[in-house]
């Protein structure tokens, strides 16, 4: 009783701040600032939900933000389960040094090389496009704006590294080369890892705000993380429509999450973090 009675506790933490933002957007401008605080709107306003998405450019700001999550979810997979297989399977020289340059790799905070980005995508004519953000997750082992790929080499590797050798080595006798191996052999034995990082992927990347807001100069680039700031001007704040979009910024990732929570629990559990 007392563990579930703290879990639930721990749960109101999270819940009350997405209970507010769903009863809020549903109220009027005036009505969230009124004291005592109103938790039911008497009179829902659903037409907040019509307002908000023709308020600003709303479609083709989620358009975008599709793109780059999409862009940095397969990128991120391409780019570095390869990378992870070759840091659990194969025997190479001075392995141990490069997961450890992986592992310091994972220290390094976005603001720290924020500007050698910024001038590497200005000199390839990157900046003000989604390239800045649909790229880099191509590319293994680079801490991308979206989402650092040094985090999922880590979670993949130390997920193979729980596999069984002696499978790996099977294959091999029987004439399967590395990547039918990894094709056939470990990605079925890896799906609950693969959705841990798929999930991890997309809500950084989806939720990502600065890297947006520094290599997306104009508009009609922008991400919908970005573009939620046009609910704000100098005279005039429109909190109940922010509010609605973003409850709809909310759904995707929630609608990732359950439908691959089981996948994402094991995922954590076998990767060393529990």
Avoid at 87 to 108: D, H, N, P, Q, Y
Avoid at 122 to 149: C, D, K, N, Q, Y
Avoid at 254 to 270: A, E, K, P, T
Wanted: proline fraction near 7%; charged fraction near 5%.
């Amino acid at each position: 009783m007392l563990r579930y009675a703290t879990a639930a506790l721990v749960a109101l933490l999270f819940l009350g701040p997405i209970f507010w933002m769903v009863s809020s957007s549903l109220k009027g401008n005036n009505q969230i600032f009124a004291t005592p605080p109103v938790l039911f709107p008497s009179h829902p306003q659903f037409t907040n939900y019509h307002d908000a998405v023709n308020y600003i450019p709303f479609w083709t700001y989620l358009r975008n933000s599709f793109l780059t999550t999409i862009a940095a979810v397969v990128g991120t997979i391409v780019s570095c389960v390869p990378v992870a297989y070759a840091l659990s399977f194969l025997k190479w020289r001075l392995k141990s040094l490069a997961f450890g340059i992986v592992l310091v790799s994972m220290m390094l905070p976005f603001p720290a090389i924020m500007i050698p980005w910024y001038i590497v995508f200005r000199h390839l004519g990157w900046i003000g496009s989604l390239w800045p953000l649909s790229g880099p997750p191509f590319v293994a082992e680079f801490v991308t704006p979206a989402f650092s790929s040094a985090i999922a080499v880590f979670l993949l590797r130390q997920f193979f590294v729980g596999i069984p050798q002696e499978i790996v080595e099977a294959a091999k006798i029987d004439g399967a080369g590395h990547t039918r191996i990894l094709w056939q052999i470990i990605r079925p034995l890896a799906r609950p890892v693969l959705t841990t990082v798929v999930i991890m992927t997309f809500l950084a990347s989806w939720t990502a705000f600065i890297g947006p807001l520094i290599f997306q100069s104009s508009t009609n680039v922008f991400t919908l993380s970005v573009g939620l700031q046009q609910y704000q001007s100098q005279h005039f704040t429109a909190y109940n429509l922010l509010l609605a979009a973003s409850v709809l910024f909310l759904v995707p990732v929630l609608v990732v999450f359950i439908f691959g929570q089981r996948y994402f629990v094991q995922g954590s559990s076998r990767t060393g973090l529990k």
